[in-house]
């Protein structure tokens, strides 16, 4: 499997105990709905899967895991800080009216300002928001996705109308 073949889910906090138990923090929004009897693990640039063996899920956003063949704490130390993903065909549906950040990928954006942008190469989550990125005059733009930087989300014509902070698209220009 390849990364483009899956969605990101979390990563591996730490180690609990001696007997490979870890720690996975949650940065899908539902952990809930997701179907973690086998995760992969990027390891190397390979996405390396690991059966669950037990899963207990925490009320915040954390879940401690088990995986088989990893019984001891020195399995475990390798796993923390890996990114864990899970194949798309494992992606929890979702109501046709509920929409994400992550489905701007692809969507054209225009500033009210600047006008036409480019189109939204990639979202990325962090723990304070989500930052989309788009490649504007040959240089990747970042700015982040929230109620004070957008003014219109229209689906139908895949289109973003943000009011981006004076000056945000010189400081990357401006190298």
Same mark, same amino acid.
């Given at each position: 499997?390849?990364?483009?073949?899956?969605?990101?889910?979390?990563?591996?906090?730490?180690?609990?105990?001696?007997?490979?138990?870890?720690?996975?923090?949650?940065?899908?929004?539902?952990?809930?709905?997701?179907?973690?009897?086998?995760?992969?693990?990027?390891?190397?640039?390979?996405?390396?899967?690991?059966?669950?063996?037990?899963?207990?899920?925490?009320?915040?956003?954390?879940? +401690?895991?088990?995986?088989?063949?990893?019984?001891?704490? *020195?399995?475990?130390?390798? /796993? $923390?800080?890996?990114?864990?993903? @899970?194949?798309?065909?494992?992606?929890?549906?979702?109501?046709?009216?509920?929409?994400?950040?992550?489905?701007?990928?692809?969507?054209?954006?225009?500033?009210?300002?600047?006008?036409?942008?480019?189109?939204?190469?990639?979202?990325?989550?962090?723990?304070?928001?989500?930052?989309?990125?788009?490649?504007?005059?040959?240089?990747?733009?970042?700015?982040?996705? +929230?109620?004070?930087?957008?003014?219109?989300?229209?689906? *139908?014509?895949?289109?973003? /109308? $943000?009011?981006?902070?004076?000056? @945000?698209?010189?400081?990357?220009?401006?190298?």
């Amino acid at each position: 499997m390849t990364q483009e073949e899956a969605f990101y889910i979390g990563y591996i906090t730490k180690t609990k105990g001696l007997k490979g138990e870890v720690q996975l923090f949650f940065e899908y929004d539902e952990p809930e709905l997701l179907d973690l009897d086998v995760v992969f693990a990027e390891i190397n640039g390979k996405m390396v899967p690991f059966f669950v063996s037990a899963c207990k899920l925490q009320n915040n956003n954390t879940g +401690n895991l088990y995986f088989d063949d990893v019984d001891h704490i *020195d399995k475990a130390q390798v /796993l $923390v800080k890996k990114k864990i993903y @899970l194949p798309l065909t494992k992606m929890p549906d979702r109501s046709d009216d509920e929409f994400h950040y992550f489905d701007l990928k692809g969507f054209t954006v225009s500033d009210e300002k600047q006008g036409e942008l480019g189109e939204i190469i990639d979202v990325n989550e962090y723990p304070q928001q989500f930052v989309a990125t788009v490649l504007y005059k040959g240089t990747e733009v970042m700015f982040p996705l +929230n109620d004070d930087m957008i003014v219109e989300i229209d689906e *139908d014509e895949e289109t973003l /109308l $943000v009011d981006l902070p004076e000056g @945000l698209l010189d400081i990357y220009l401006s190298n």
